[in-house]
């Protein structure tokens, strides 16, 4: 299994960016995919996540109503659409997947997933 985010970059405070992740050697119908953060010194937190159902995302308290998690089954694709950024974003962002027999389930720990990819940069300038 390989992860592959990309789209991070520097951007003003106010703008937006999309990350997406791509996967190799799992469909993202049959996990569950969260973003995480980390920014420098701190640890690593949930952004957010969508069940193998695809339905009723989570979002951390911080990033609702600015961020929307999607799912692209074709591309077997995850995107994070980030608008209105703020200088507090500045993170490596991560996604994550882990297996699971619920449809339902959508962990927050990141020590509940199992595999992860190599993070992408987001530095947001104010």
């Known amino acids: 299994v390989q992860l592959q985010a990309s789209g991070g970059g520097l951007v003003q405070a106010g703008g937006s960016l999309r990350l997406s992740c791509a996967a190799s050697?799992?469909?993202?119908?049959?996990?569950?995919t969260g973003w995480f953060r980390q920014g420098s010194g701190e640890e690593r937190e949930f952004v957010t996540g969508?069940?193998?159902?695809?339905?009723?995302?989570k979002y951390a308290d911080s990033v609702k109503g600015r961020f929307t998690i999607s799912r692209d089954s074709a591309k077997n694709t995850v995107y994070l659409q980030m608008n209105s950024l703020k200088p507090e974003d500045t993170a490596v962002y991560y996604c994550?997947?882990?297996?699971?027999?619920?449809?339902?389930?959508?962990?927050?720990?990141?020590?509940?997933?199992?595999?992860w990819g190599q993070g992408t940069q987001v530095t947001v300038s104010s």
């Open positions: 994550a997947t882990k297996r699971s027999f619920s449809s339902f389930s959508l962990p927050m720990s990141p020590h509940e997933y199992t595999y």
């Open positions: 050697g799992l469909t993202f119908s049959s996990v569950v």
């Open positions: 969508i069940s193998r159902s695809g339905g009723s995302p």
